[in-house]
């Protein structure tokens, strides 16, 4: 299997679908967004950290504060095990 690359993350804004389809991988980008959203809304320490950095639910972008706090909470992409 081929290692993805995820450098591209750490640095700018990026669409949540981007980084939704890091963490969980699907033919449809809105199930990647749906299942992120859905991980960080049953986390709470996960949810606490993203609204300190102003993350509201319905964001479209995610600023690299925001992505730093699912980076530190999640790992990176390649690493992370959700399951």
Do not use: K, W
Not at 21 to 31: D, K, L, R, T, V
Not at 32 to 53: C, F, Q, T
Not at 68 to 76: D, E, S
């Amino acid at each position: 299997m081929r290692d993805i690359n995820y450098d591209f993350i750490l640095t700018g804004c990026h669409p949540f679908s981007t980084i939704a389809a890091c963490y969980f991988p699907s033919g449809y980008i809105s199930s990647s967004s749906r299942s992120l959203r859905r991980y960080i809304r049953s986390h709470g320490a996960l949810l606490a950290d993203m609204l300190a950095v102003e993350y509201d639910e319905h964001d479209n972008i995610l600023t690299p504060a925001q992505i730093a706090v699912l980076i530190r909470h999640l790992g990176v992409p390649s690493e992370a095990s959700l399951v």
